[in-house]
């Protein structure tokens, strides 16, 4: 990214629930923003939307929406991400997606800023942003194993419904309130009632038996880390909270740490808010973190069940930190460090 | 439990829960029951439970209340059941318990009967049955354990709101209407709000930062599985459910097992379900195995992550196989090997 005093921003799916929460917070963080440009498909041209106490059109994301914009952001499909990924590219922005898209492809660089930032300088038109159950465990993993050593990680998820869009926040929602007045359930984001209930299974099913969530958080965490042979065990599962996702994540280190140390560690790194307080049943919990910006720890153990393991438990809002912030940070980092 | 056609049963904590369900189960299994009297504290005395047709009244609990009883069963805080204990012994009754008063005492046998039955033969007038989230683990753990070897077991528990009783369901419920209604949110049972929301603590804290649920679900699982230096890692967690405990459970074996083989393995073994169709997305959910009496596993894979790891998903009613189901189990097994 070449410096400049503002930059031209686009961001495609600008209506769904992570193009607003992109919106806010490019106003929320005083990015320097010279035109925004809010872009959607079809049936989302016209909405109206504000910024910085401006409203701006929605208009419709094609070939032509890109011309004359520095960077591209959007959480859309991955398809359509794919389908404007090469246009983005020809009008000579750069692509932050925080779709799935990309992130596998070892060209192309998945960033979390506070991980591995300095991999998104070596991009050639995109920077992908990972899986937003990824983004928290990386952030906590990485000073962990900089210093210690991860050699394996047991993770075991607590997904919001938001994980599935503003679709299934709706749709978690409208069950709730079907199930309270004895209706018929509305089913169709979730392939199972949701509500009052937890569903093992997040995306498609892989002949291996893991799916396609759990491969991915996997293969990011291994790709974010650095760590392509880590070895992991992962089990995604969906909750009936709204926003949030949560994790524990069992830790094997290579050398020795105490929970203390863990936790002192984790206190100064970048991006980390350690809410760990027994007497005070403190500790990081959905409801507490939804509309924050850092990686929430806490119930930091020693596992005595092996020679050197940790026990974490790790939440961060998965719109904002698990996608929408995490690609601004990514566009900070850029601009940060022109080229 | 000396052999007879039909046995005088009190449960005490009868207008309970789990005492509910202990009568209902009695009359489903068509327990031999000659008389069943209901016990309680005072403020629940007078009320009226249906059995068998009839009508019975809810009796005060009290030392004379066990006099010539078979068998005394309850689910009641656990200085209840220290204190009724030596009083139903002293009437000559066995008592089962599902409270955590006895079940680490060595002298006490602690019993899930398709795990190690034949342990609450050698009872001294107390069976304990344990904590509802080992249960379900230790169903499936037992016939893994003794075909492959278990060498250490990584646990995440999703737990519903019954476990903490009717007064968590309530709370649940009226939080849940009361968020949905912008209204101030009950709190009494839990610590924090569970509706829409996830709660990374059961019970108390122990000074090592484990919980005391997770303590007990590791020292109960050691004592079931007669392996008393099993390697154990667990995190127990409150998921916004009404009822059925879930959880992931990754399992390094001593010797090496398909998913296949522990599937055919399950598939035969005492207690257990296989609910594991990728096809049909088909997987062990609270919401269909409420009121069931199974354990059931789904999400059988293989975890490449260590030579013979594997991962699996169990789910179990928590009020039935976890509670009240169990020690009418322990009942059938005493009367089905008299003394």
Not at 104 to 124: F, R, Y
Request: net charge neutral; with cysteine.
């Amino acid at each position: 990214m070449k410096k400049k005093e503002t930059y031209n921003i686009a961001i495609i799916g600008a209506t769904g629930v992570v193009g607003r929460e992109m919106i806010e917070i490019l106003e929320e963080r005083q990015f320097p923003v010279n035109e925004l440009r809010l872009l959607a498909s079809e049936k989302s041209v016209g909405q109206k939307i504000s910024f910085k106490g401006k409203s701006l059109t929605v208009g419709l994301a094609e070939e032509k929406s890109f011309e004359g914009m520095d960077m591209v952001m959007g959480d859309t499909p991955t398809e359509v991400s794919k389908m404007f990924a090469p246009m983005v590219k020809k009008a000579g922005a750069v692509f932050i997606d925080c779709s799935s898209a990309f992130r596998a492809d070892p060209k192309i660089p998945l960033v979390v800023p506070e991980v591995n930032g300095e991999a998104a300088l070596a991009h050639d038109g995109i920077v992908a942003g990972p899986n937003c159950s990824a983004i928290p465990v990386a952030v906590a993993a990485k000073p962990i194993h900089k210093k210690y050593g991860i050699k394996r990680m047991v993770v075991s998820t607590y997904q919001s419904a938001s994980g599935a869009g503003k679709g299934g926040m709706d749709e978690l929602a409208a069950q709730t309130v079907a199930l309270l007045n004895s209706k018929e359930i509305p089913l169709k984001v979730f392939a199972h009632r949701l509500a009052f209930n937890v569903i093992p299974q997040i995306d498609a099913f892989l002949p291996n038996g893991d799916t396609k969530e759990e491969d991915k958080i996997m293969k990011e965490l291994r790709k974010l880390l650095n760590a392509p042979e880590l070895a992991l065990a992962c089990t995604a599962v969906r909750v009936p909270v709204m926003c949030g996702h949560s994790a524990t994540v069992n830790i094997e280190l290579e050398k020795k740490a105490s929970a203390q140390e863990i936790s002192l560690l984790l206190e100064k790194a970048p991006g980390i808010v350690i809410r760990d307080d027994m007497a005070k049943k403190q500790y990081p919990m959905p409801m507490d973190i939804a509309g924050t910006d850092e990686v929430y720890v806490g119930r930091i153990r020693e596992d005595h069940s092996i020679p050197n393991g940790i026990n974490l438990w790790v939440c961060a809002d998965n719109l904002r930190k698990g996608a929408s912030l995490n690609a601004i940070q990514i566009a900070e980092y850029l601009i940060k460090n022109p080229s």
